[in-house]
């Protein structure tokens, strides 16, 4: 099997120094609140029984009252991505 460079380089560009996924088109601040939603995500999987279980449903996903407008989108989609994979 062959891969290409290109294929190569862009499989690494998909992910900042970090580990955290890189979605072109987005903004910083829905980059931020990405990169706080799978944090906050990790913890309430870590703590599921303390909490009584979790809810990776968008709709149900409540931002901090710090993170607003594209972070809470970012949020969302973080939390929701993180907890769905960590609970499979």
Do not use: T, W
Not at 41 to 62: M, P, R, T
Not at 69 to 86: R, V
């Amino acid at each position: 099997m062959i891969i290409s460079i290109p294929l190569i380089a862009y499989a690494v560009s998909q992910y900042d120094s970090d580990g955290f996924r890189i979605f072109s088109g987005k903004s910083g601040d829905y980059m931020n609140g990405y990169r706080s939603g799978v944090i906050q995500a990790h913890e309430d999987v870590a703590n599921f029984n303390k909490l009584g279980g979790i809810d990776a449903n968008q709709d149900k996903i409540k931002c901090p009252a710090n993170i607003i407008g594209d972070s809470c989108l970012g949020y969302k989609d973080g939390y929701s991505d993180e907890a769905m994979d960590q609970l499979e």
